[in-house]
């Protein structure tokens, strides 16, 4: 009994030993929301769109910074156009959030999560990611570069996937120059 109380306290000193000398197998580094920016831009056959939205919550994952993974809730009641003035600015940022777009009473909220990155070069990576907005998530691809704690992206989102059809000619015949494109840029500058 003495022997197995004698080894029972030894293993338990190195495995103290062990965990507490190793270090931990990567980072979550927290994204800065108010040092952030996401600006999206839409494009309609007369012109084109954008503004800004806001980041709720966020964060990237490194091992020996070296970007592992990374997710991203995005507050989408924060929709805001950037371009326009007065009523129009209202008209818009009101449809957008209205149900024939993204619906932001039922769906305040849209989430990216990594699910495989890939180096490219020296802090540039090929993120898959499954992206979700209202409530319907898809896989993305895009590009990251990484430089000291600052990261930036760009990726092309089709709306349609996301059952966002307003004016949509791919959906809707007879509408000339009141069609809108499916897809929309969103470029992000992160800082965390």
Known sequence: MKNTLKNLA???VIAFMTFSFNTIDGEKKEIKKENSKIVWKGFKVTGSHEGTIGIKSGSLNF???ILTGGELTIDMTSIITTDLEGEYKGKLEGHLKSDDFFGVEKN???SLVFTKVKATGKNSYS????LTIKGITNTVTFDLSVNGNKATASLKVDRTKFDV???SSSFFDGLK???IYDEFDLVADLEF
């Not at 993120?127 to 499954?130: A, F, R, Y």
């Open 177 to 179: 120059d009141k069609a």
């Open 63 to 65: 091992n020996e910074n």
């Open 127 to 130: 993120i898959t990611g499954d």
């Open 10 to 12: 030894i293993i338990t």
């Open 165 to 167: 059809k307003y004016g």
């Open 108 to 110: 305040p909220t849209s």
